[in-house]
Structure formats: structure tokens, C-alpha cells
């Protein structure tokens, strides 16, 4: 059975605090659960949620993967930018001209995001996260629309974007240059497979298309948990775990 995207996890330094900043601009509820395992869950049950694990590694350079955050209308988008403000937000420079019609934040962690225009065309009906926004290339966005059997719905230029076939959020890799990795990334994908699912089998597929598995999940502020999860690298060197069946 095929591992499905279960989390998106951020190493924060204050998982508590980021985790009420990105539920705030969300609308997205806290989930219960121990103070080292902070998560947001999404309103729809069948997306993934947004884990928040603790880290105090100091956060170098950009971020190979962000959040692009869809508007409605020149309004929305005003209120978007506003409400992330008021949380703890800020405006930053990562060299956009005047010209363009987004909005460039970075959350009290530092991690960048994006708040779209209205009236963008490849984000719509995407919901209000649009898209994961990555650094990578043609051959990583491959990888993973193998990996969680999700459609390509763009590749050209070596540019690539997936989907789910439910729709939601698009996962989206730029092409070259690909910046350098200079340390552990501070978002990663964790994958979860359905119960009674054969985990080393589905381990062995994702090597097969082209996956390292590394073991401990240590200086990414995972940890395996006494084997609950497998720390594995995609062919851009791009930490990702696959948990235990549930």
C-alpha cells in the first residue's frame, strides 16, 4: 500500500508559539497531544496536518520549501497579510520587484511564505495553502508523484508540480539552479502508511525510485521513537520519515 502524506513538519525553536502563529493565519485547530508534539489539522480530515517538533539549531539561509497562500480578492489578501502580521509576522526582502503582485512574510521562526494575488490561475481551487513551493528538480518532483501516486500537473522547463487526485494543496519543485544544502532542511514530509501495510515493503519501493533510508530521524528534531519512524533522504537529499502503520 502506498504511503500517504500525513504531515508537513517544521524544526522550530518554539514549536508551541509557531504552532498558535500558523493556526491563527490557517484557521486551522490545535491538536491535543504532548507539549513536544505540537500539530494543526486541517479542516478537511482527508489533508495532512502540520507538525511543529523541537529544534534549537539556528535557521541558515532560505528555506528550500515554503507556503504559497491563496486570496479571493485584493482584500483578502490585504486581511491574509494583516492577520499574519498581528500573529508575530513580518515583512521580508528575498528580492521581489515592486511589481509583483505577492506578498513576501516570514513567520516568527523565520521560515519565508508567500500570500498570492487574487485571480492566480495554476493555484486555483487549490484551498488556502496553494502550494508547498520547493527548491528542487525535475527528477525530485518525479520521485514524489511516484512516491505518493500523485498526478504530475506540470512539467515543463524542468519545472514540476503534483497534485492529489482529491485536489488541495500542490507540491511544486523550480528546477535549476538548485541551491545548495548546507544542514538538515527545516520542513520535511512525513509519510504515514494504513494500517496492517507492510512498511519495509513500502520502504524498499521508495528506494526504488530513488530514496536513500539514512535511519534515525537525530538532527532533525524527529528521533525514530523506539522505531516508529524511518528517516529516509529523495534523490535531492531532502529529509523525509515514513511512520510506522497506524
Given amino acids: 500500500m502506498t504511503s500517504q502524506l500525513f504531515a508537513i ?22 491538536a491535543d497531544g504532548p507539549e513536544d508534539d505540537v500539530a494543526i489539522l486541517p479542516p478537511d480530515a482527508a489533508g495532512f496536518r ?18 504559497d497562500l491563496t486570496s479571493a480578492s485584493p482584500e483578502d489578501q490585504r486581511q491574509t497579510v494583516a492577520r499574519a502580521l498581528e500573529l508575530g509576522g ?16 516570514a513567520d516568527p521562526d523565520d521560515n519565508e511564505f ?3 494575488e487574487a485571480g492566480n490561475k495554476f493555484l ?3 484551498g488556502f495553502i496553494g502550494a508547498l513551493a520547493c527548491d528542487g528538480t525535475q527528477e525530485v518532483g518525479y520521485f514524489w508523484s511516484e512516491a505518493l501516486r500523485w498526478p ?12 492529489s487526485p482529491d485536489g488541495g494543496t500542490k507540491i511544486t519543485w523550480g528546477g535549476p539552479p538548485v ?14 502508511l494504513p494500517a496492517g501495510a507492510d512498511r519495509e515493503a513500502e520502504i524498499d519501493r521508495l528506494i526504488s525510485l530513488g530514496a536513500t533510508r539514512t ?11 523506539a522505531g516508529r519512524r524511518v528517516l529516509m533522504l529523495d534523490p535531492d537529499g531532502n529529509e523525509f520519515s515514513v511512520q510506522r502503520p497506524r
Avoid at 9 to 30: H, I
Avoid at 90 to 105: A, F, M, R, S, T
Fill in 124 to 126: 486555483a481551487d487549490t
Fill in 179 to 192: 541551491a545548495p544544502k548546507t544542514g538538515p532542511n527545516r520542513l520535511h514530509f512525513e509519510l504515514a
Fill in 9 to 30: 513538519c517544521f524544526r522550530a525553536t518554539r514549536p508551541s508559539d509557531l504552532a498558535r502563529f500558523w493556526s491563527g493565519v490557517l484557521g486551522w485547530e490545535l
Fill in 90 to 105: 513580518k515583512h521580508i526582502d528575498v528580492g521581489q520587484l515592486p511589481e509583483d503582485g505577492h506578498v513576501v512574510l
Fill in 50 to 67: 502540520i507538525r511543529f517538533l523541537p529544534d534549537q539549531e539556528p535557521k541558515t539561509g532560505r528555506n528550500r520549501a515554503h507556503f
Fill in 152 to 163: 504530475l500537473v506540470w512539467d515543463q522547463d524542468q519545472e514540476t508540480a503534483i497534485q
Fill in 215 to 225: 535511519g534515525t530521524g537525530i538532527g532533525i528534531g524527529i528521533g525514530e521513537g
Fill in 114 to 116: 508567500c500570500v498570492i
